[in-house]
């Protein structure tokens, strides 16, 4: 049995751009639609 | 995106790995999605660490070009900061990794340029467009260097 990977998506914009500038990441953003 | 991209075991470790990670549902994000210029989704955006732009897409994109326009957009973000020889070992890796991909004419196009910053070689333009001509000659972003043959 294989473990998958957490992408550890963040909950808010706000916390992107924290660990963003902590981390010294890129962002990355997908808006999505509800189906 | 969810169904088949992010469950793929290389995207999720490359993301996991190389970006902080946000997926906002368009509709309670319209301010986020208004000031980023989003009209559709999927919508995808790769920001630097203080949220500037430097690429975006819309649309689906299957685990292998997503691999590929990560990849692309994380050579864009590098070249924001002016990171040229990081740009174009991420350039370079689209061309050599996924070089049937969306993407690869784009890194094309931009491993020119990051060379040419990376080096100081104003040459470097030509060459590396010229090699852009030769391998994809029927891209939009071949139409957008085809002059450096008519100069020649």
Same mark, same amino acid.
């Given at each position: 049995?294989?473990? +998958? ?9 706000? @916390?992107?751009?924290? @660990?963003?500038? +902590? ?13 | ?8 075991? +290389?995207?999720? @470790? ?9 997926? =906002?549902?368009?509709? /309670? %994000? @319209? ?25 975006? %897409? ?36 689209? $061309? +050599? ?27 470097? $333009? ?8 030769? /391998?994809? =000659? ?15």
């Amino acid at each position: 049995m294989t473990t +998958q990977t957490d992408i550890g998506w963040v909950a808010s914009f706000d @916390q992107a751009l924290d @660990q963003a500038a +902590q981390r010294k990441l890129p962002i990355y953003v997908d808006f999505f639609s509800p189906t | 995106m969810g169904a088949v991209t992010y469950p793929d075991e +290389q995207v999720a @470790q490359r993301l996991h790995d190389r970006f902080v990670c946000f997926k =906002p549902q368009i509709d /309670r %994000n @319209q301010e986020l999605a208004h000031r980023y210029g989003v009209l559709w989704t999927p919508g995808l955006l790769w920001l630097d660490e203080r949220g500037t732009k430097r690429h975006e %897409n819309v649309g689906f994109f299957e685990p292998r070009e997503f691999l590929a326009e990560c990849t692309f957009g994380e050579g864009k973000v590098l070249a924001g900061r002016k990171d040229w020889p990081g740009a174009l070992a991420r350039f370079e890796e689209v $061309l +050599q990794s996924w070089p049937d991909s969306f993407a690869a004419p784009a890194a094309a196009f931009w491993i020119a340029v990051a060379a040419r910053f990376a080096t100081g070689k104003s040459e470097e $333009l030509g060459t590396r467009w010229r090699e852009l001509l030769s /391998r994809y =000659p029927q891209s939009s972003w071949a139409m957008k260097v085809s002059y450096i043959e008519r100069a020649a």
